[in-house]
């Protein structure tokens, strides 16, 4: 039997393999409960008021929303994840989920951890790839200076020199045990800086393998043709390009800005235009695979399934080296496991952090889920489906 006939995005038994029942009846309430836009902007506003009265709601956090969509509170903890996810031949990219805590001590602290994280998952096959936030070591407005192409002034250089020697630690210890690097996009408005940054150390540790990742949001109308553009810059430069493909995470963000700012909206017209993009990027990573390395960061199954057929119609390995496909832990298991069980390279995104310190992802998280047309839906479907097989 053809082996991409044999892919179905549908099949509940092995997208809930890994859940016991306890789990899928907990993943049931939660995606009922943020079916609820109300009840979503509600957590949303009081979650943050909780800990700041010191409210005892960590216990709460942590047994629903953060058990679904984030490894542990410690690296110890995201390991055994990792572990388990592994057994499913399920990857993960460790990912130190503390959102930007402004501060230069702050910087220095978050360092060591990250370099903990590349050194534990050294010769475990299971955490193929490690994540970081340039916004995790570097002033915001710093960046947003250096996006502008302002002066700076010579602190300012020289802090802007502290960030480079953070972020190249962490580079140098990707490569040195051959961890993939994935280097998140941010902002339209600090995001040159960022690629200035990925495409050095691209050019730096990417000459056999492909070790650095830059990120490709594709609701961004401008990101295909800076995809092409950073081939060929990688191509003139004789290193290999690792491009992350992911639609997007900032799009109210982004309008809001432009439309107070007075400036065009970098973000697409309409979800046919975001998907377009990043079908059309999915197609030409596809045919460059000598010269790049690819990372599908995906929920969409479409989108998925072109990557996979695409590779069937070349003739490529499902284990391709330069090919993963990626989802967020808690999110899209029939995507992450039926591809695992064909055979592909794919891994969960896995943050982890204090419940306190990770609770702007987790908000984020619910909101999205709320807001992409479907997902609650499609998610809670499959989890009923499953629960329904195994007659729960």
């Known amino acids: 039997m053809d082996k991409q006939l044999s892919l179905s995005f549908e099949n509940t038994a092995i997208a809930f393999e ?71 031949h399920v990857g993960v990219a460790l990912d130190y989920g503390v959102e930007a805590m402004e501060g230069e001590e702050n910087y220095d602290k978050a360092l060591p951890e990250f370099i903990r994280a590349i050194q534990y998952a050294a010769g475990k096959p299971s955490i193929p790839f490690i994540a970081i936030k340039v916004t995790g070591f570097a002033r915001f407005s710093l960046l947003e200076k250096l996006h502008e192409g302002s002066p700076l002034s010579p602190q300012e250089v020289e802090e802007y020199s502290r960030v480079k020697g953070r972020i190249l630690a962490i580079a140098e210890a990707a490569a040195k045990h051959k961890i993939g690097l994935l280097i998140d996009a941010e902002e339209s408005w600090i995001q040159q800086p960022v690629d200035d940054l990925a495409d050095d ?32 810059k ?30 065009p909206s970098p973000i697409q017209p309409d979800k046919e235009s975001t998907d377009r993009d990043y079908d059309a990027a999915v197609r030409f990573c596809m045919e460059r695979l000598d010269r790049l390395g690819v990372f599908i960061g995906t929920h969409n199954e479409d989108s998925s399934m072109l990557a996979a057929s695409l590779m069937d119609k070349q003739k490529l390995p499902h284990q391709h080296p330069h090919v993963n496909f ?21 891994s969960k995104y896995l ?26 839906g499609r998610e809670l479907g499959l989890i009923r489906r499953e629960l329904k097989r195994r007659a729960l």
């Open 201 to 232: 150390l691209m050019a730096r540790f990417n000459k056999e393998n492909v070790i650095i990742y830059n990120t490709f949001q594709l609701y961004r109308h401008d990101r295909l043709l800076y995809l092409q553009k950073s081939f060929d």
């Open 18 to 88: 890994s859940k016991s029942d306890r789990a899928l009846k907990k993943a049931d309430f939660l995606f009922s409960s943020m079916g609820k836009p109300w009840l979503v902007k509600l957590g949303g506003a009081l979650t943050p008021l909780a800990f700041k009265l010191h409210l005892p709601v960590k216990g709460l956090i942590k047994n629903t929303i953060f058990s679904q969509f984030c490894g542990g509170e410690s690296l110890e903890e995201a390991a055994r994840t990792a572990e388990g996810l592994g057994k499913y």
């Open 234 to 263: 990688a191509r003139q430069g004789g290193y290999l390009l690792g491009a992350k493909l992911v639609r997007g995470a900032y799009m109210e963000k982004e309008r809001k800005r432009a439309l107070e700012m007075g400036y």
């Open 351 to 376: 943050p982890y952090g204090p419940v306190k310190d990770v609770m702007p992802y987790l908000l984020r998280r619910a909101q999205e889920n709320t807001s992409i047309s479907g997902q609650v």
């Open 326 to 346: 990626s989802q967020l832990l808690g999110m899209s298991d029939n995507i992450t496991f039926n591809l695992a069980h064909a055979g592909y390279h794919v």
